[in-house]
């Protein structure tokens, strides 16, 4: 093995290689959405309490009266769904039926939430111990899925839908029969 | 030296502070921070959440972390090992929902194997190398 034989710089060019590797994936940003593994698949069984007065609570079957709907997972303690709420008014008045399901949250917070953002829910669920929110796969509030009138789980928006997202939402309740 | 460790200190108060209003107000599931009242299923319990990553905060295994959603999370584990279900079935039933994502330990498959198979080698590797060394010298 001559000094200016590829050999000699190979242990060289593996330690650059590991350098580069560990350097490009340091530097590029981390995925930090979580996505849902239900997307195709039934609604657990669940049924959830009322979390607010004026509306009836949320069972899954439900979900299972041959209407597409939107399932927002939403909480008052949560900025983001404060930021949604005009968006998810907008999506009502285009007739889209939005069910809520309200993650660890007390009624009295439910309800000054409603009264101040406005309620476009038909229903709203208690799910004081996050189990649907587990029970579909998602990580965080708000989330919102798109469920087909037979129960199934089509779409997983991930964070605040935005008045951007309006539009595609629409487009994928209409793909899920609406 | 003291700016700077003002400094530090009002970035942290800031980052819990922003971290605190985003919490919910409820208390802890039953199961969150008690434990069963059979040791064995506890210890269990208690094996399974060490290798079950919170969700939210991503670093840190459910057994770890305080975040209201781990807290969920434990009730689940606890629960369900209280009903009979075995941490391989309830570790199944979290990864349908989250993908391999949600586990720690990492399951021998199609996509894994080259993690178990790849250290076998380099080892067969290094000592296939040295033998010849060593053998060349003897």
């Known amino acids: ?178 | 030296m003291r700016l700077l460790s003002a400094l530090c200190l009002a970035i942290s108060l800031l980052l819990s502070g922003a971290a605190l209003s985003a919490q919910d107000s409820m208390p802890p599931a039953p199961y969150a921070y008690r434990q069963l009242d059979d040791p064995d299923k506890e210890a269990e319990a208690k094996a399974l959440m060490e290798t079950l990553r919170c969700l939210k905060c991503q670093g840190q295994s459910i057994a770890d972390s305080d975040a209201p959603m781990a807290g969920d999370m434990r009730h689940q584990v606890r629960t369900r090992i209280e009903a009979g279900e075995s941490p391989d079935e309830i570790r199944d039933w979290l990864v349908e929902r989250y993908g391999d994502y949600v586990s720690f330990a990492p399951r021998f498959d199609g996509a894994t194997w080259p993690l178990f198979a790849l250290p076998v080698v380099i080892v067969a590797l290094a000592l296939g190398l040295l033998w010849r060394r060593l053998g060349r010298r003897g």
């Open chain 1, 1 to 178: 093995m001559t000094r200016g034989g590829w050999k000699f710089w190979l242990p060289l060019a593996l330690f650059a290689f590991f350098v580069a590797l560990v350097g490009t994936q340091l530097l590029s940003p981390a995925q930090r959405e979580v996505e849902s593994a239900m997307i195709g698949k039934p609604l657990p069984q669940f049924v959830l309490a009322a979390a607010s007065p004026d509306r009836p609570g949320v069972a899954a079957v439900d979900l299972k009266d041959g209407k597409p709907r939107l399932l927002n997972i939403w909480a008052s303690w949560c900025i983001p769904c404060a930021a949604e709420a005009p968006q998810l008014e907008a999506l009502q008045k285009q007739g889209v039926d939005i069910v809520g399901v309200a993650i660890r949250d007390r009624p009295e917070d439910v309800a000054a939430f409603l009264a101040r953002y406005g309620n476009p829910y038909s229903r709203i669920g208690a799910d004081n111990l996050s189990e649907v929110q587990l029970g579909i796969g998602s990580s965080g509030v708000p989330e919102t899925f798109i469920v087909d009138g037979k129960g199934v789980i089509r779409y997983q928006h991930i964070g605040d839908i935005r008045p951007e997202h309006v539009p595609m939402l629409l487009e994928k309740l209409r793909e899920a029969g609406a």
